[in-house]
Antibody
Framework: QVQLQESGPGLVKSSETLSLTCTVS?????????WAWIRQPPGKGLEWIGS???????YYNPSLKSRVTMSVDTSKNQMSLKLNSATAADTAVYYC????????????WGQGTLVAVSS | SSILTQPPSVSVAPGETARISCGGD??????VHWYQQKPGQAPVLVVC???DRPSGIPERFSGSSSGNMATLTISRVEAGDEADYYC????????????FGGGTKLTVL
């Protein structure tokens, strides 16, 4: 059974870097899917951050692209997200998700982790 | 880039049929995917590629697409269907490929 679990600090100071890890179990991260980050500010809708394949092919939300770094560690079966220069507007629940490469929907999601950015 | 428009809310009585729309200029050329999100939970994929149902999703959930509009239909609505529903497309032609609609709150009266 495919499972994803986000982890990382729940509180980040403004202007610092928000860093999260997604650990995948039950499925090899190098098996040809994409892996995505999606976030949801409190009380608001879903926002796609970016998608990355194990081979390095990537797509990013242009509104976040200049601040985002995504990577995959196949040895640990993990993916990571770094969002630098964080502001209060980055406060959100962050989800990681698996993405079939051909159609780019999000078929498995982690439970999400809330990250608050303090001023 | 695609912009997807959903009604903020839809209300329906138990046993009736709920229809949630998703409009966008480029929908006709893309597959539309639908997610259900209950409070405090991660979204769950309920329809993919316009009208396919992932394993484990009840047949009461169905999707369709015509022109610039996609529709999620929930038949014989149950109290447990009350949730937020989001549509999503992948617009590979633009610089912002991953797009979600604003979400629709389904209330079961």
């Amino acid at each position: 059974q495919v499972q994803l679990q986000e982890s990382g600090p729940g509180l980040v100071k403004s202007s610092e870097t928000l860093s999260l890890t997604c650990t995948v179990s039950g499925f090899s991260i190098s098996r040809g899917y994409y892996w995505a980050w999606i976030r949801q500010p409190p009380g608001k809708g879903l926002e796609w951050i970016g998608s990355l394949s194990h081979s390095g092919r990537s797509y990013y939300n242009p509104s976040l692209k200049s601040r985002v770094t995504m990577s995959v560690d196949t040895s640990k079966n993990q993916m990571s997200l770094k969002l630098n220069s964080a502001t209060a507007a980055d406060t959100a629940v962050y989800y990681c998700a698996r993405v079939p490469a051909e159609t780019h929907y999000f078929d498995y999601w982690g439970q999400g982790t809330l990250v608050a950015v303090s001023s | 880039s695609s912009i997807l428009t959903q009604p903020p809310s839809v209300s329906v009585a138990p046993g009736e049929t709920a229809r949630i729309s998703c409009g966008g200029d480029n929908i006709r050329s893309q597959g539309v995917h639908w997610y259900q999100q209950k409070p405090g939970q991660a979204p769950v994929l309920v329809v993919c590629d316009d009208s396919d149902r992932p394993s484990g999703i009840p047949e009461r959930f169905s999707g369709s697409s015509s022109g610039n509009m996609a529709t999620l239909t929930i038949s014989r609505v149950e109290a447990g269907d009350e949730a937020d529903y989001y549509c999503q497309v992948w617009d590979s032609s633009g610089d912002h490929p991953g797009v979600f609609g604003g979400g629709t709150k389904l209330t079961v009266l």
